[in-house]
């Protein structure tokens, strides 16, 4: 009875062990959704600014960025980034410091890497790839914040006012009450159109007197 049972925890350990890509048994596999850089929580597909801005140097074909600290009252810090010239001309490069400091160290480098990105691309939709803070600070810099946030006031308002028949909204009642005489006016009874319900009532009577006849 002894050798079955040992056979099955074998077999049972090369499952848990097996795989393409040689799992060790009882490992358990987190997702990747959300990891931890240097504190800052990023989604898989979301990028820190100092990967943006090296991917973007790479794809202009420009060297590598280069940060240094700068100046700064203790405890808080600053970055200077040096973007250097594709045909290494050193009176081209663009040299670039944010004015505000910031208490740590990869928060100050992550800002400047932010405002590079802003002089080389500011028109691209970055802020579907940054995580917060950085989100919000690119949409603040390129001034989609402000064009954001009318937005959801416009949609708050239209939603205030509604068609109960098709479900439109508008931002003021006189832009309902138009709509509702242009798209769904009441037709006015002429005299001698048959009512609904007494054409119903003399349908049934006419068909009774029918059967009686």
């Known amino acids: 009875p002894e050798a079955p049972a ?36 990023v989604k898989e597909w979301q990028r820190t600014p100092v990967t943006l801005l090296s991917e973007l140097m790479q794809r202009q074909k420009r060297p590598k960025p280069i940060f240094k600290k700068a100046s700064c009252p203790a405890p808080n810090h600053r970055f200077r980034v040096v973007l250097p010239d594709p045909k290494t001309d050193r009176t081209k490069d663009i040299v670039l410091t944010t004015e505000q400091a910031f208490p740590s160290s990869q928060d100050a480098k992550h800002s400047v890497a932010l405002l590079a990105l802003f002089k080389l691309d500011g028109k691209r939709q970055y802020e579907m790839k940054l995580p917060e803070p950085y989100r919000g600070r690119w949409l603040h810099m390129t001034g989609r914040a402000d064009k954001g946030a009318a937005a959801a006031e416009e949609a708050a308002a239209a939603a205030a006012h509604v068609c109960e028949q098709c479900g439109k909204g508008f931002s003021k009642p006189h832009g309902l009450t138009q709509h509702v005489k242009r798209e769904h006016p009441v037709k006015k009874k002429r005299p001698g159109d048959p009512d609904d319900e007494d054409g119903d009532g003399d349908d049934s009577g006419s068909a009774a007197g029918g059967a009686g006849g």
């Open 6 to 41: 040992h056979h099955h925890e074998a077999a049972m350990s090369s499952k848990k062990g097996g795989g393409k890509r040689g799992r060790k048994p009882g490992r358990v596999i987190t997702s990747r959704d959300v990891r931890d850089v240097g504190g800052l929580e």
